[in-house]
């Protein structure tokens, strides 16, 4: 009797349970279509300083449905500061998964015509608490995104990249910009290892006799001397 008493209850445990799963899941779609996305015209856009900037927008499909209408734009481009934008599209597909794609947009001075682009090696310092520690002989690459302004593989001169080996996840990485009086300025920069940024980039000179570059970095409470020599 005892041994009857408990297959029944069993049996009804497992046709509860089974009736329970049933009912959270008979709502949702067995297959869900993430939201493609496309650019229409190139992820880097460059913007003469003072034009207007049209957006090309992106296409976006949903399985075989064309869901572009439904993409929200987040555009935060100044068409009269020069700088790096982000332009961000993102659209949210029938089961409420967003999908989203950047576009990366240059404002840049057209008068500025040096170009300061090429790898360099590094003479630095770094002082921390007072103590002054020199560095040298590592590399730091400028890649030219739009005139006048560029990519800077490292702020600090390759000290935690390459002096310490910690390799590029430690680099401040970003943007900087050239004024048409020769003088440097951060636009952008970020270390992914740490998830920070620099306080202040300072003094930022390009020399065009000599073809050196040079800027003092304040980051995480220590300042950095970076001279950069072709």
Same mark, same amino acid.
């Given at each position: 009797?005892?041994?009857?008493?408990?297959?029944?209850?069993?049996?009804?445990?497992?046709?509860?349970?089974?009736?329970?799963?049933?009912? =959270?899941?008979?709502?949702?779609?067995? %297959?869900?279509?993430?939201?493609?996305?496309?650019? #229409?015209?190139?992820?880097?856009?460059?913007?003469?300083?003072?034009?207007?900037?049209?957006?090309?927008?992106?296409?976006?499909?949903?399985? =075989?449905?064309?869901?572009? &209408? #439904?993409?929200?734009? /987040? #555009?935060?481009?100044?068409? #009269?500061?020069?700088?790096? !934008?982000?332009? =961000?599209?993102?659209? @949210?597909?029938?089961?409420?998964?967003?999908?989203? @794609?950047?576009?990366?947009?240059?404002?840049? *001075?057209?008068?500025?015509?040096? $170009? @300061?682009?090429?790898?360099?090696?590094?003479?630095?310092?770094?002082?921390?608490?007072?103590? @002054?520690? &020199? !560095?040298?002989?590592?590399?730091?690459?400028?890649?030219?995104?739009?005139?006048?302004?560029?990519?800077?593989? $490292?702020?600090?001169?390759?000290?935690?990249?390459?002096?310490?080996?910690?390799?590029?996840?430690? /680099?401040?990485?970003?943007?900087?910009?050239?004024? /048409? $009086?020769?003088?440097?300025?951060?636009?952008?920069?970020?270390?992914?290892?740490?998830?920070?940024?620099?306080?202040?980039?300072?003094?930022?000179?390009? *020399?065009?006799?000599?073809?050196?570059?040079?800027?003092?970095? *304040?980051?995480?409470?220590?300042?950095?001397? %970076?001279?950069?020599?072709?």
């Amino acid at each position: 009797m005892k041994k009857t008493l408990y297959i029944l209850m069993l049996c009804l445990a497992t046709v509860t349970f089974m009736s329970c799963e049933d009912e =959270t899941t008979q709502d949702l779609s067995v %297959v869900t279509h993430y939201v493609t996305l496309e650019l #229409n015209g190139d992820a880097l856009t460059l913007v003469p300083l003072g034009s207007n900037y049209t957006d090309e927008g992106v296409v976006a499909m949903e399985g =075989t449905e064309d869901v572009s &209408s #439904n993409v929200e734009v /987040a #555009n935060p481009v100044n068409e #009269n500061q020069v700088g790096i !934008y982000t332009v =961000t599209y993102t659209v @949210i597909n029938k089961d409420g998964f967003p999908s989203s @794609i950047t576009r990366t947009v240059a404002v840049y *001075d057209p008068t500025v015509t040096a $170009d @300061i682009a090429g790898t360099y090696i590094v003479d630095g310092s770094r002082t921390s608490g007072g103590n @002054i520690e &020199s !560095y040298s002989g590592f590399s730091v690459s400028l890649t030219q995104a739009a005139p006048g302004i560029y990519w800077i593989s $490292d702020y600090l001169g390759g000290y935690y990249d390459q002096g310490r080996g910690y390799g590029a996840s430690y /680099a401040l990485a970003g943007y900087m910009k050239l004024n /048409a $009086d020769n003088t440097i300025e951060a636009l952008t920069g970020y270390v992914k290892g740490w998830g920070d940024s620099y306080s202040s980039v300072n003094g930022g000179i390009y *020399d065009p006799v000599t073809g050196n570059v040079s800027f003092e970095v *304040d980051y995480a409470g220590m300042l950095f001397n %970076v001279a950069l020599t072709k």
